[in-house]
């Protein structure tokens, strides 16, 4: 048997005696709370930006840049840059980057621009362009590696994935260049074509990313929002830089007659 002061004896005890270390809860501070309280603008109206939501709005702009550049990159390389996938991933790009500009400009700096409905529009509007051009993507990277000749043909890429074969070099242009009408020029080194092929398989996945966080963005937001409208229905919006973010509905008292 042990002896009394056996640690091994004495360590589930021990353990029992030690305090419980409280676990944090999820961030939920404001973070433009610390703004409010320096300009002293009326913020009540604005809904609480928790650092959750903040970090997916930063998460979410750092996953779409990386969509961008090889988004870019296999446009340039394809010659494709008109095809729709293409034209949806630059343009979900550019409306997200919109959105976060107006939602830092209208909480921050001009808190009378902000609105909750074009919030919740801007960012449904996102979520559902992200959706498309993500899709769209997939479609090619099926196309292309999957699917055959024939549907490469179909969605406009089989004549953009020719290349010279390798240590075979085009004669060169006449003198005074070509001037025959459209002439395109030589199509990329297979290398740099197949790399873009993976670029767009790459990227439709990164654009499922940026979706997943768009949503989970606006399912914050809109829980924020609703609990703010909540607040100032009830009397509590409050004012100063602290609407929004926190306080309890005062209670209501029904006179007796």
């Known amino acids: 048997m042990a002896p009394a002061d056996d640690p091994i004896e004495m360590e589930p005890a021990a353990r029992a005696d030690r305090p419980r270390r409280a676990r944090k809860p999820l961030n939920q501070a404001n973070v433009w709370a610390d ?30 840049l990386v969509f961008l550049v090889l988004a870019c990159f296999a446009a340039y390389t394809l010659t494709a840059a008109n095809l729709a996938g293409f034209v949806l991933s630059f343009f979900a790009f550019s409306w997200t980057v919109g959105t976060l500009a107006y939602l830092v400009i209208s909480i921050y700096s001009i808190p009378l621009l902000y609105h909750w409905i074009p919030h919740i529009i801007f960012e449904s509007l996102g979520v559902i362009f992200w959706l498309a051009a993500w899709a769209t993507l997939a479609s090619y990277a099926s196309a292309l590696n999957v699917g055959g000749a024939f549907r490469a043909v179909i969605v406009g890429l089989q004549r953009r994935q020719y290349a010279y074969p390798p ?40 654009g499922a990313v940026v979706w997943i966080l768009a949503i989970a963005t606006l399912i914050l937001s809109a829980v924020a929002i609703t609990r703010t409208r909540d607040r100032a229905g009830g009397g509590g919006g409050g004012g100063g830089g602290g609407g929004g973010a926190g306080g309890k509905r005062p209670e209501t008292r029904q006179s007796r007659v």
């Open 35 to 64: 703004r409010a309280a320096a300009d002293g603008q009326d913020r009540a109206h604005v809904p609480p930006v928790t650092a959750v939501t903040f970090r997916l709005m930063v998460a979410q702009l750092a996953v779409a």
């Open 167 to 206: 240590g075979y070099a085009p004669p060169p242009p006449p003198p005074g260049g070509y001037a025959v009408p459209g002439y395109a020029a030589p199509a990329s080194h297979v290398t740099t074509v197949e790399a873009a092929k993976a670029a767009i398989a790459v990227d439709a996945g990164l």
